[in-house]
């Protein structure tokens, strides 16, 4: 099913779109936006209208108002019973109604009616929202704003009321007929580096001396035809700090928005240690549905997502460490397992996962992740090996609460990591799965590389866990911390940790302080990270952080409308309707009360297309291999869709033989081979990663020395030790080929150059420094020999 994008009527007819307004206030890592929708009815008929608006999931939604005429009608957030009733009471009666609530299916999909528009009246839809910015692994701060709704594969069991049944017309993204505008403030006390964005920007004009502020927008002409991205960098990013807001007691006598709120953020300084000997059993889970065919962005050369998964799965594959267990899952309508329960990783097993990730399509239909997660947790466990669960998919289910639950209900037993891939993929349910499961989450957007962050998760998956974690607050006599945020259990080294707190009783005066202190324990080492703050709570009109610790207290209490537990209900109804922030059991209802006249005449209804990418919308094209090429054709004899092959473009090649050729020519001492590689759509890289073996090393045979550029009889020749293992010779010059000529993929290959080595210090210890000086000359690099630790 499709899910649409903008106000739609109950005929599935949109009202056309004028412009969408954004404006967006960052401060330090917490956004605050107020999105405007501004739609005019230019017939000759009332309107009963129906809007869906998409948007992260971590977003606590608090304000939503209707402009109409000129009169602003600001709507009460209510329990979602009652406001169905007031609503479908006015409606009813002829009079104009507004109700927004969460989407049934999902937490990043809002859906909202609006009743009986008249003709030529003109309405403006605002939204407010605050929320966290995600810190990414180089520093930068990552903002979204969703435009991109990609079709949802429909389950059976889906709540059938909701609105992702809408169908809408589709365009390709270039044709979008609506303007879009987007003006942001970022402001940081620490200065503010640079910022980027993956849309085209207006000169950036930076305020201050310390550049502690700067003032953006999109360059004019804009359309709303992709996510809106921007990377945000400060000068200093990983200072702990704590900010304490002042309640609102007059206006809030009971409950959270009563008191002052603390947001305390900490940067764990996790050492780095050796993993522990416990291996464990790694299960790749990755979707190959039809929309996997599609790029990863609608950017110039972005990788098709399945070339990426299968990519993803070669380095993974090759960088798991030695005498664990693991299976990979391909799933769509159906699924496949490689291997009927997970087996040891051996060379046999690892080869026989390696032929057949290069045979995965994405040919499996719709997105069903539900059943194929409930027969991996039915499998028994690996004695001494912890599960460690991987998840890849372009999150277009219906089904995210489910899967959610089924995921929490197996916690204590495994952890789990979740990718989104791909624009428009769900954020409820990538950070869904991944909180409840004790793991990570990661989008790959734009040029971002699915690779390098399935890595940074394995590492983190490899890493002792880290145990008895706790927050304690040191406080004056008469004042104390009640922890608002969910229990704490995992840390990562290189995250950051948000923890918020409601502070009830009498505050110091001006000069009084409080110590909070994080405290974790690592391969039996006591750790602690402390924060001193001042007590003088701050004035913010918007009660950013009352809102922000009661979205914090929704995500670990209210996990759907049908899935909540009656027990906890009556909790999160508090909590949502006290500090004025959406959950699934609560919706915002406004009727306006200035029109005493009831709407006349009969309601009608037009369309507005939807940003789509197009081969996610339509049915795709069959391909054939002619040479080392893909040719598209249709099925049955018809046509394309328009644009079709903007939206199916090729994998990119990082390192071509070619590129190589030009940019290092010489620097081997021999020509590099000019054919094209032997496997559509892997680079050198990969094809020199997919030949090492499961130990680390590799065999010194044909090739290899096609990739290296050299003849197999040139390396015997020049092995520098007589009758050493080729196989040592072969494994220390693949590792100065990592170094030489893929060292900005670093971050992608250096768990299986460490695991290589290992190999070569257990195996070739006594001759390491000898092989390794006559690798680096004869291939005339200018490798530091101290990456072997010599």
């Given at each position: ?26 401060r330090e890592f917490v956004a605050g936006v107020a999105a405007t929708l501004n739609y005019e009815n230019e017939e000759k008929f009332p309107l009963e209208t129906f809007f869906v608006f998409p948007m992260d999931e971590d977003s606590a939604v608090y304000s939503f108002e209707a402009m109409v005429d000129g009169k602003t009608i600001k709507a009460e957030l209510k329990d979602k019973k009652k406001a169905h009733i007031i609503y ?703």
């Amino acid at each position: 099913m499709v899910r649409p994008s903008g106000l739609l009527t109950r005929q599935e007819e949109p009202v056309p779109l004028k412009s969408i307004c954004v404006t967006l206030s960052i401060r330090e890592f917490v956004a605050g936006v107020a999105a405007t929708l501004n739609y005019e009815n230019e017939e000759k008929f009332p309107l009963e209208t129906f809007f869906v608006f998409p948007m992260d999931e971590d977003s606590a939604v608090y304000s939503f108002e209707a402009m109409v005429d000129g009169k602003t009608i600001k709507a009460e957030l209510k329990d979602k019973k009652k406001a169905h009733i007031i609503y479908e009471s006015a409606i009813s009666h002829r009079h104009q109604a507004f109700l927004l609530e969460e989407d049934k299916c999902s937490r990043d999909v809002f859906c909202c009616n609006v009743g009986n528009l008249q003709p030529g009246s003109k309405v403006a839809l605002t939204l407010k929202y605050v929320q966290e910015l995600p810190l990414e692994a180089d520093g930068a701060l990552r903002y979204v704003l969703p435009a991109v709704l990609n079709p949802r594969y429909r389950c059976s069991g889906s709540p059938e009321d909701s609105c992702l049944d809408l169908k809408t017309p589709i365009v390709p993204l270039d044709d979008l007929p609506y303007a879009f505008s987007m003006t942001a403030t970022v402001s940081s006390q620490h200065g503010i580096e640079t910022i980027q964005s993956n849309c085209p920007l207006s000169p950036i004009e930076y305020l201050g001396d310390k550049k502690t502020s700067a003032q953006i927008s999109l360059a004019d002409g804009h359309k709303f035809d992709r996510d809106v991205e921007l990377l945000i960098y400060y000068r200093e990013v990983h200072t702990p700090s704590v900010a304490v807001e002042l309640g609102n007691p007059k206006n809030n006598p009971d409950g959270l928005m009563k008191d002052p709120s603390a947001m305390v953020c900490f940067y764990p300084n996790i050492p780095e240690v050796e993993p522990s000997a416990i291996c464990g059993e790694f299960v790749f889970l990755m979707d190959c549905s039809g929309s996997m065919q599609c790029p990863i962005s609608k950017q110039d050369k972005s990788q098709l997502r399945i070339e990426a998964a299968k990519e993803t799965l070669i380095l993974l594959l090759k960088s798991l460490p030695v005498n664990c267990y693991f299976n990979i899952y391909a799933f769509g309508s159906s699924f496949e397992a490689f291997f009927p329960n997970s087996v040891k990783y051996t060379q046999d097993t690892m080869e026989e996962a390696l032929r057949r990730v290069k045979l995965m399509r994405a040919d499996l239909g719709g997105t069903e992740i539900l059943t194929p997660l409930q027969v991996i947790y039915r499998e028994p466990s690996t004695p001494g090996h912890p599960l460690q669960l991987f998840v890849f998919t372009d999150g277009e289910v219906t089904d995210t609460f489910s899967i959610i639950k089924e995921v929490r209900n197996h916690r204590l037993r495994h952890r789990c990591f979740s990718f989104g891939i791909g624009e428009g993929a769900s954020t409820s349910l990538i950070k869904g799965i991944a909180r409840v499961g004790g793991g990570t989450s990661e989008f790959i957007t734009g040029k971002d590389r699915m690779q390098a962050k399935a890595l940074r998760a394995l590492k983190h998956a490899l890493q002792p866990a880290v145990e008895d974690v706790s927050v304690n607050w040191d406080l004056p006599r008469g004042l104390s911390a009640k922890t608002l945020s969910p229990e704490q259990t995992v840390l990562y080294k290189g995250q950051r940790l948000i923890v918020y707190a409601q502070l009830t009783g009498t505050m110091p005066p001006e000069e009084g302080t409080g110590e909070v202190c994080l405290n974790y324990t690592l391969q039996g080492k006591s750790c602690e990270n402390k924060v001193t703050f001042s007590l003088q709570p701050k004035l913010d009109d918007n009660f950013t952080i009352h809102r922000l610790a009661a979205k914090a207290f929704l995500q670990s209490m209210d996990i759907g409308f049908g899935e909540t537990p009656a027990k906890t209900k009556k909790d999160v109804l508090k909590v949502s309707i006290d500090c004025g922030v959406i959950s699934s059991h609560t919706a915002f209802i406004a009727i306006n009360k200035d029109v005493n006249k009831p709407v006349q005449g009969p309601l009608a209804c037009r369309d507005i297309p939807r940003p789509v990418l197009l081969c996610a919308a339509a049915p795709m094209p069959q391909c054939k291999r002619v040479g080392s090429a893909r040719i598209f054709g249709c099925r049955h004899g018809s046509q394309p869709p328009p644009n079709i092959f903007q939206a199916m473009k090729l994998p990119v090649q990082d390192i071509t033989p070619q590129e190589l050729k030009d940019l290092d020519a010489g620097s081997w001492g021999f020509d590099l081979p000019t054919r094209a590689p032997p496997v559509f759509g892997e680079t050198y890289l990969v094809q020199l990663i997919s030949l090492q073996n499961a130990d680390g090393s590799w065999d010194l045979d044909e090739d290899l020395a096609r990739i290296l550029g050299i003849s197999l009889k040139d390396l015997w020749s020049a092995l520098p030790v007589k009758d050493a293992d080729s196989s040592s010779w072969a494994t220390v010059l693949a590792v100065v080929w990592l170094h030489a000529k893929a060292k900005h993929q670093k971050c992608e290959w250096e768990l299986l150059e460490k695991k290589a080595r290992t190999w070569i210090n257990s195996n070739a210890a006594s001759i390491k420094k000898k092989l390794v000086k006559a690798a680096i000359a004869f291939t005339k690099s200018s490798v530091d020999p101290a990456v072997f630790g010599i």
